[in-house]
């Protein structure tokens, strides 16, 4: 038992290190591989509080209630009735879950819930950046839809089972793929075989120019900007959204990493052009002028696709901001 509580303490000083680490920056921390490791562990404490742990204390008091009986039925014989000591109290004590499995077999269906929900049906995200104005704001909280592109198994995001395909238009949470470790958010602008021209602010589709709206201005509140911008509707497929447009001049699109298939794309001082290869997206952001995205570092390969993003579920500084993702 001492073995046992020695060992989980230095469990839980392990994740209270990486958790510290990770939320001061010494590292980044993998959220999905986390739960995957609390809920095997957590389950191999259930199974040994299940078939081991919980019986051997259950024969542990039926042996001490046995001998109990057997002490009274002693004194009885000869002639004592009355028999100091109340052996329950023991008896509870003995059946008592110690502190190290009520805190790992304990909290095993609860983790199990989370990791299934947040693996396969939906994951929460908090909108970092100010790349999807007007459609997201930094720090709305939205919900991802797993399952909506296919079934895919956790960590390694190895689809294994098929469902819709990514939609031109459709709001997408995808690993980035310069550092799989971080979670990016923008809409889904190219599919594959598309050619994709982004020439002078204006967005073209094979050959076609994307028709957009001005709908007045827009007071963009970022920190970094907080001053009053062009905004425009503009519709790709059956999606009819809103986007940013800087008028002022702005610094030719280059590309600032090399990237898989970089040779299907070509920069001019006017934009970019770029076929999407097979089994890869072409991702820009709704902010256009303030958005770092596939003109500057490349395609979304489908393994990279996490979930569609559909809803804000809360703003804490507008709760008018609840509502579906257009």
Not at 182 to 211: F, H, M, T, W
Request: charged content about 20%; proline content about 6%; glycine content about 8%.
């Amino acid at each position: 038992m001492k073995a046992m509580s020695a060992l989980t303490g230095l469990l839980y000083a392990a994740l209270i290190a990486y958790l510290g680490g990770w939320y001061t920056g010494y590292w980044n921390g993998n959220f999905s591989l986390l739960l995957l490791i609390l809920t095997t562990v957590t389950l191999g404490y259930w199974v040994a509080e299940r078939f081991h742990f919980q019986p051997a204390r259950r024969r542990a008091a039926a042996r001490l209630t046995e001998a109990d009986t057997q002490r009274r039925a002693s004194l009885a014989a000869q002639g004592i009735d009355r028999v100091d000591g109340d052996v329950e109290g023991a008896r509870q004590e003995v059946l008592r879950q110690p502190w190290w499995l009520d805190w790992t077999a304990g909290l095993f269906p609860v983790i199990l819930i989370v990791f299934l929900l947040r693996s396969f049906l939906f994951e929460p995200f908090k909108i970092p950046s100010g790349s999807m104005v007007p459609t997201l704001l930094i720090g709305d909280l939205i919900l991802v839809n797993k399952f909506h592109y296919g079934v895919r198994l956790p960590v390694i995001n190895k689809k294994i089972i098929s469902n819709h395909d990514v939609q031109r238009g459709d709001v997408v949470v995808f690993r980035y793929p310069q550092n799989p470790s971080i979670d990016y958010i923008k809409r889904a602008v190219g599919l594959p075989g598309d050619e994709i021209r982004y020439s002078n602010q204006r967005l073209y589709v094979n050959g076609k120019e994307i028709e957009t709206q001005s709908l007045g201005d827009f007071f963009d509140e970022d920190p970094n900007s907080m001053r009053f911008r062009p905004r425009f509707t503009e519709k790709l497929g059956p999606v009819e959204h809103e986007i940013l447009v800087d008028p002022a001049p702005r610094e030719a699109i280059r590309k600032i990493y090399d990237f898989p298939y970089s040779d299907q794309c070509t920069y001019t001082l006017d934009g970019v052009t770029c076929k999407v290869p097979a089994g890869h997206y072409f991702m820009m952001g709704d902010n256009r002028d303030n958005s770092q995205d596939s003109r500057y570092w490349g395609f979304v390969p489908d393994e990279n696709i996490v979930g569609r993003a559909f809803v804000v579920w809360m703003n804490f500084g507008n709760i008018k901001r609840v509502g579906s993702i257009r």
